[in-house]
């Protein structure tokens, strides 16, 4: 069974920092891209940022400059370092994982809640 374990989330003081980590397993494939997205109270999911396993990211325009992604191929890993954080960064942050075999399979992880105080 596939699984992503998200770590990381907290509570931080606008203008601070987190790293967020996504650890995938159960899979003898790896993740063709892996990604971060959010989910705020009363809002729809969106995308944070994603990651090919080529290395071809894609950042959404509120967070380029303050966030970057990466990951670790050899571990499934995928990570998200948050910088100069705002109150409306307060969301779930969700990890997303895409594996192509025959056709397209999408994992989400539970979430983990990151909530930035004024």
């Known amino acids: 069974q596939v699984q992503l374990a998200e770590s990381g989330g907290g509570l931080v003081q606008a203008g601070g920092s987190l790293r967020l980590s996504c650890a995938g397993s159960?899979?003898?494939?790896?993740?063709?891209?892996m990604g971060w997205y959010r989910q705020a109270p009363g809002k729809q999911r969106e995308l944070v940022a994603s990651?090919?396993?080529?290395?071809?990211?894609n950042y959404a325009d509120f967070v380029k400059g303050r966030f970057t992604i990466s990951r670790d191929n050899a571990k499934n890993t995928v990570f998200l370092q948050m910088g100069s954080l705002k109150p409306e960064d307060t969301a779930v942050y969700y990890c997303?994982?895409?594996?192509?075999?025959?056709?397209?399979?999408?994992?989400w992880g539970q979430g983990t809640q990151v909530t930035v105080s004024s």
């Open positions: 997303n994982g895409v594996i192509f075999t025959w056709k397209s399979f999408t994992y």
């Open positions: 990651i090919s396993s080529g290395g071809k990211i």
């Open positions: 159960g899979s003898s494939f790896s993740f063709s891209t």
